[in-house]
């Protein structure tokens, strides 16, 4: 009898800690990590002129490739990353010439910039 009374306030002991999680909020979920892949039509803002171009992100295997569009004609970028939601890359437009790109993407749109050396201007686009 005194092996059952010193074992119940055990039990009880233990039946209340097992309960006490089960009481809990389930963790949040974690959300995807944040994935610009698309097809965004885009503005260069060069000396107060809007330059239109479409520019395309896609993803293979996680890496990011990025097609531009313009009236100059179609090219790849290089050197694309993607950290949080922020995305650089580079072009060679000319052998002389390295034009850099830095975009911040918030929802379906990203404002940024382009940086030629000698020039620089605003970029932005919103995900078709």
Request: with cysteine; aromatic share 10%; glycine share 10%.
């Amino acid at each position: 009898m005194k092996r059952l009374i010193t074992l119940l306030p055990l039990t009880l002991f233990f039946a209340a800690c097992s309960s006490v999680g089960a009481n809990a909020p389930a963790p949040e979920p974690v959300p995807p990590p944040f994935d610009p892949s698309g097809v965004y039509d885009c503005a260069i803002s060069v000396e107060g002129q809007q330059m239109p171009l479409t520019m395309t992100i896609s993803q293979t295997s996680g890496a990011y490739a990025v097609m531009v569009d313009s009236q100059q004609g179609t090219g790849a970028m290089e050197d694309v990353t993607l950290d949080g939601n922020q995305m650089t890359f580079w072009a060679s437009p000319t052998p002389e010439m390295s034009i850099y790109f830095a975009l911040n993407f918030e929802g379906d749109s990203f404002t940024g910039t382009m940086d030629g050396g000698q020039f620089a201007a605003d970029v932005s686009g919103k995900k078709r």
